[in-house]
């Protein structure tokens, strides 16, 4: 009896004898499914599980086996499929090898030949299986130790800055809050925020201050206002933090990265342009840099610096609905007016 778990191998010809020899040929090692064209095997494969292999004859009514192979090659679920085409004498099999199929077995079937040329392209299918699933695991982990280290510098950055290491906790919270909110209410951003990975910018959000590291104790712990030559400095964190990034990796080729790039330098543009470092304004400003504006300033706002005593919740959100269109993007301002609630519970369990 087959073993329940035994590789699938759907065969697809127009020709009932020849699915009949194939399937008599395989059918101790492997379970079959048949289809008699193109279109037929596409629904089988949109209702079961993939099989390991397909064998797909090239000339059949319908669809043919040309044309079937063009539309699993177009799909990111089917190309990986390995395709073994059943070829005549008149198939170019160069041709048919040079589209991307894995192999070929002509007519007449020769029995040996068409379970050795199975059972390779098998067995190599298993094998790339198992490397990607090995690459996977091992990417995982070294971006769970990448985020952790990164965390940690995050923390040790808000140490220093005098904090409790909870201001990242706060920010990211207020960020997925707000990313949620404004994906759940179909708001003018949700379908741009889904692309952009709420809980990738979320992680981002925990270098949104790393520049600071770079700033004089003299003036990062200073307990009153700074004068206008130490507020420039201070406001090389946004530049210094972007070269940071940049150096951890290219931030072109991975998304959490362009998120620390945008955080970083753009958490202090203001809605009208009249922040810095560039003084970008409106949607020029990166949406993940707005959404780090808002989660920063009310954290700000409401928790106790070295500078400046707490805000009470009520006079926060009166500055952020005052700053809406000025500072702030007034569709995120409006959010946070929203779910304020929310934030004061997310400042009170983290202090």
Same mark, same amino acid.
């Given at each position: 009896?087959?073993?329940?778990?035994?590789?699938? @191998?759907?065969?697809?010809?127009?020709?009932?004898?020849?699915?009949?020899?194939?399937?008599?040929?395989?059918?101790?090692?492997?379970?079959?499914? +048949?289809?008699?064209?193109?279109?037929?095997? &596409?629904?089988?494969?949109? +209702?079961?599980?993939?099989?390991?292999?397909?064998?797909?004859?090239?000339?059949?009514?319908?669809?043919?086996?040309?044309?079937?192979?063009?539309?699993?090659?177009?799909?990111?679920?089917?190309?990986? *499929?390995?395709?073994?085409? *059943?070829?005549?004498?008149?198939?170019?099999?160069?041709?048919?090898?040079?589209?991307?199929?894995?192999?070929?077995?002509?007519?007449?079937?020769?029995?040996?030949?068409?379970?050795?040329? =199975?059972?390779?392209?098998?067995?190599?299918?298993?094998?790339?299986?198992?490397?990607?699933?090995?690459?996977?695991?091992?990417?995982?982990?070294?971006?769970?130790?990448?985020?952790?280290?990164?965390?940690?510098?995050?923390?040790?950055?808000?140490?220093?800055? &005098?904090?409790?290491?909870?201001? @990242?906790?706060?920010?990211?919270?207020? =960020?997925?809050?707000? +990313?949620?909110?404004?994906?759940?209410?179909?708001?003018?951003?949700?379908?741009?925020?889904?692309?952009?990975?709420?809980?990738?910018?979320?992680?981002?959000?925990?270098?949104?201050? @790393?520049?600071?590291?770079?700033?004089?104790?003299? *003036?990062?712990?200073?307990?009153?206002?700074?004068?206008?030559?130490?507020?420039?400095?201070?406001?090389?964190?946004?530049?210094?933090?972007?070269?940071?990034?940049?150096?951890?990796?290219? =931030?072109?080729?991975?998304?959490?990265?362009?998120?620390?790039?945008?955080?970083?330098?753009?958490?202090?543009?203001?809605?009208?342009?009249?922040?810095?470092?560039?003084?970008?304004?409106?949607?020029?400003?990166?949406?993940?840099?707005?959404?780090?504006?808002?989660?920063?300033?009310?954290?700000?706002?409401?928790?106790?610096?070295?500078?400046?005593?707490?805000?009470?919740?009520?006079?926060?959100?009166?500055?952020?609905?005052?700053?809406?269109?000025?500072?702030?993007?007034?569709? &995120?301002?409006?959010?946070?007016?929203?779910?304020?609630?929310?934030?004061?519970?997310?400042?009170?369990?983290?202090?």
């Amino acid at each position: 009896m087959l073993d329940s778990k035994a590789p699938s @191998v759907l065969v697809v010809d127009d020709v009932e004898m020849n699915r009949m020899i194939l399937e008599e040929i395989l059918k101790d090692d492997y379970s079959i499914l +048949t289809a008699e064209n193109g279109k037929q095997a &596409l629904e089988i494969l949109k +209702t079961q599980a993939h099989p390991k292999i397909i064998l797909l004859d090239v000339l059949m009514p319908e669809m043919s086996g040309r044309e079937m192979f063009e539309i699993m090659i177009a799909d990111n679920a089917l190309k990986r *499929i390995p395709v073994i085409f *059943i070829t005549a004498e008149e198939d170019s099999e160069s041709e048919l090898l040079a589209a991307g199929a894995v192999d070929f077995i002509g007519k007449p079937f020769k029995p040996e030949i068409v379970k050795l040329r =199975v059972k390779n392209q098998i067995e190599l299918k298993n094998y790339s299986d198992s490397l990607e699933i090995m690459v996977a695991e091992k990417t995982a982990e070294a971006t769970k130790t990448l985020d952790s280290a990164l965390q940690g510098l995050a923390n040790v950055i808000e140490h220093r800055d &005098l904090e409790s290491g909870e201001h @990242v906790k706060r920010t990211q919270l207020f =960020v997925w809050a707000l +990313t949620g909110y404004l994906i759940r209410t179909g708001s003018a951003y949700a379908e741009a925020l889904k692309k952009l990975q709420p809980d990738i910018i979320m992680k981002a959000m925990a270098l949104h201050d @790393v520049g600071k590291i770079a700033i004089p104790d003299k *003036i990062l712990l200073k307990p009153g206002k700074l004068d206008p030559d130490e507020y420039e400095i201070m406001k090389t964190h946004t530049t210094r933090g972007k070269e940071i990034i940049g150096e951890l990796g290219d =931030v072109n080729s991975s998304l959490y990265l362009k998120h620390c790039e945008d955080i970083c330098y753009g958490h202090h543009e203001r809605w009208d342009g009249k922040g810095y470092p560039q003084g970008l304004s409106g949607e020029n400003i990166p949406l993940p840099a707005r959404l780090a504006a808002l989660a920063d300033v009310y954290d700000a706002l409401v928790c106790a610096r070295v500078y400046k005593a707490a805000m009470s919740y009520e006079e926060a959100i009166k500055i952020i609905a005052d700053g809406k269109g000025t500072q702030f993007d007034p569709i &995120l301002a409006d959010a946070v007016l929203e779910i304020q609630d929310r934030f004061q519970e997310i400042s009170q369990q983290y202090k």
